[in-house]
């Protein structure tokens, strides 16, 4: 059971991540846990030095050095194939060339993944439960080594350890009111290292004001945007794709990175709601907030540049966004392996062949999210026969996943 449970897990995490360091290059900045290079590494020692830097980082959490990224602009260039390394020459250099204390080797590997037609090798150092990692001896570049590789090395000085100190940023943390924009004031904006620009965008009815916003700050070298994207409020379901899918298409045809957030209104000032989370907008029903939450929990609560990506997780266009928010939300949390023995299809199927008045009758049912005791709702076997499909459970899917 586990390794079928590891495949389907594999297929969706392949997506998840490459999401995960498409997010990280868009902020244009190292951190913590993640670092860029442009090129593989010239020597070994550089890069022993920095996968130990990474595994006794505080994050705790996986660190990645991300290869293939421009220093200074942050631009995605490729990996170029001199000295290029896999995940075996890694390990190999980490087994074999120092004596690591208590035997504890951090834990690498090596992934390649594709980014706007370019290729990057991110190298994994995974979390551990043995840190603080180090060596009982010296592993380091001799003097005679040095002199060696000076005429090699010479080229790549100036581009790769520029003396450049990293420029730091400004963030507001609120959204600018997109009304408020002008050619004026993006202007003045660039004179501050600020990034992101955040630009609210709450209500699709202001999409036209939006839009022209977006398109004044990149006019001024604003391309790194976000913005927190509300939904549950008085905004129409499709709203909440329309705003996610303008921002997709912004970032493709202008070059920019726009991450949107979009976050569920709650009344915080009303006392029915100060104990719970149950408020559902008059437009939304339980289903459908409980889809964009399992997408969400998929693309770690952001949306950002990606149009195959974007399709994927909301639909291509209106219909498929209205299909995914009736889907049965085990076929959402596991799209890949449903979709793989045939399920989603089948209930799709199903569920588009009802009637006019069998929709009359599902509907209702689905959207209040409760699939207990379903024979009680209908006697209509066409919609129990649809109704079905939301009620497999996780437990369920587990035993599935072992059967395949």
Same mark, same amino acid.
């Given at each position: 059971m586990r390794n079928q449970k590891g495949t389907s897990e594999i297929i969706m995490n392949n997506i998840e991540f490459e999401r995960e360091v498409a997010e990280l290059i868009g902020r244009r900045t190292e951190g913590e846990y993640w670092d860029f290079k442009q090129q593989w590494y010239l020597n070994n020692t550089d890069l022993l030095h920095d996968i130990i830097c990474m595994a006794n980082s505080p994050a705790n959490r996986d660190c990645y050095i991300i290869i293939g990224i421009e220093d200074e602009t942050f631009k995605i260039l490729g990996v170029d194939a001199n000295n290029r390394k896999n995940q075996q020459n890694v390990i190999d250099l980490l087994r074999q060339k120092p004596k690591w204390a208590g035997g504890h080797i951090p834990e690498v590997y090596v992934r390649t !993944?594709?980014?706007?037609?370019?290729?990057?090798?991110?190298?994994?150092?995974?979390?551990? $439960?043995?840190?603080?990692?180090?060596?009982?001896?010296?592993?380091t570049a /001799?003097?005679?080594?040095?002199?060696? /590789?000076?005429?090699?090395?010479?080229? *790549?000085?100036? /581009?790769?350890?520029?003396?450049?100190?990293?420029?730091?940023?400004?963030?507001?943390n609120q959204g600018i009111d997109a009304r408020l924009i002008t050619d004026a004031n993006m202007k003045k904006l660039a004179e501050?290292?600020? +990034?992101?620009? +955040?630009?609210?965008?709450? &209500?699709?009815?202001?999409?036209?004001?939006?839009?022209?916003?977006? +398109?004044?700050?990149? +006019? %001024?070298? &604003?391309?790194?945007?976000?913005? *927190?994207?509300?939904?549950?409020? =008085?905004?129409?379901?499709? =709203?909440?794709?329309?705003?996610?899918?303008? $921002?997709v298409d912004l970032c493709e045809e202008l070059g920019a990175s726009i991450y949107s957030f979009p976050m569920k209104y709650h009344p915080i000032e009303d006392p029915e709601y100060f104990d719970n989370r149950d408020f559902i907008g008059k437009h939304w029903n339980r289903k459908f907030i409980r889809t964009i939450q399992a997408i969400l929990n998929s693309?770690?609560?952001?949306?950002?540049?990606? %149009?195959?990506?974007?399709?994927?997780?909301?639909?291509?266009?209106?219909?498929?966004?209205?299909?995914?928010?009736?889907?049965?939300?085990?076929? !959402?949390? *596991?799209?890949?392996?449903?979709?793989?023995?045939?399920?989603?299809?089948?209930?799709?199927v199903a569920f588009s062949g009802l009637t006019d008045d069998e929709m009359e009758i599902v509907k209702p049912i689905i959207e209040k999210n409760v699939f207990t005791d379903i024979q009680s709702k209908t006697n209509n076997n066409n919609v129990l026969?649809?109704?079905?499909?939301?009620?497999?459970?996780?437990?369920?899917? =587990?035993?599935?996943? =072992?059967?395949?």
């Amino acid at each position: 059971m586990r390794n079928q449970k590891g495949t389907s897990e594999i297929i969706m995490n392949n997506i998840e991540f490459e999401r995960e360091v498409a997010e990280l290059i868009g902020r244009r900045t190292e951190g913590e846990y993640w670092d860029f290079k442009q090129q593989w590494y010239l020597n070994n020692t550089d890069l022993l030095h920095d996968i130990i830097c990474m595994a006794n980082s505080p994050a705790n959490r996986d660190c990645y050095i991300i290869i293939g990224i421009e220093d200074e602009t942050f631009k995605i260039l490729g990996v170029d194939a001199n000295n290029r390394k896999n995940q075996q020459n890694v390990i190999d250099l980490l087994r074999q060339k120092p004596k690591w204390a208590g035997g504890h080797i951090p834990e690498v590997y090596v992934r390649t !993944i594709q980014i706007d037609d370019k290729e990057l090798d991110i190298i994994i150092i995974k979390q551990s $439960n043995n840190p603080p990692f180090y060596l009982l001896e010296d592993y380091t570049a /001799t003097k005679k080594a040095i002199l060696d /590789t000076y005429e090699k090395l010479r080229p *790549y000085f100036e /581009t790769i350890y520029s003396q450049k100190p990293k420029q730091r940023h400004v963030d507001f943390n609120q959204g600018i009111d997109a009304r408020l924009i002008t050619d004026a004031n993006m202007k003045k904006l660039a004179e501050i290292p600020i +990034r992101p620009v +955040r630009i609210a965008f709450d &209500h699709w009815e202001l999409h036209e004001v939006y839009e022209k916003a977006v +398109r004044t700050a990149v +006019r %001024h070298g &604003h391309t790194n945007l976000s913005n *927190y994207i509300l939904y549950n409020f =008085e905004d129409q379901p499709i =709203e909440l794709y329309l705003r996610l899918k303008l $921002n997709v298409d912004l970032c493709e045809e202008l070059g920019a990175s726009i991450y949107s957030f979009p976050m569920k209104y709650h009344p915080i000032e009303d006392p029915e709601y100060f104990d719970n989370r149950d408020f559902i907008g008059k437009h939304w029903n339980r289903k459908f907030i409980r889809t964009i939450q399992a997408i969400l929990n998929s693309t770690k609560g952001k949306v950002g540049r990606g %149009h195959d990506f974007f399709c994927k997780a909301f639909g291509a266009n209106e219909q498929e966004y209205f299909k995914l928010l009736y889907m049965p939300e085990a076929m !959402i949390i *596991y799209r890949f392996f449903f979709e793989g023995i045939g399920l989603t299809d089948e209930w799709w199927v199903a569920f588009s062949g009802l009637t006019d008045d069998e929709m009359e009758i599902v509907k209702p049912i689905i959207e209040k999210n409760v699939f207990t005791d379903i024979q009680s709702k209908t006697n209509n076997n066409n919609v129990l026969n649809v109704l079905r499909y939301y009620c497999i459970t996780r437990d369920d899917v =587990e035993r599935m996943m =072992e059967n395949h």
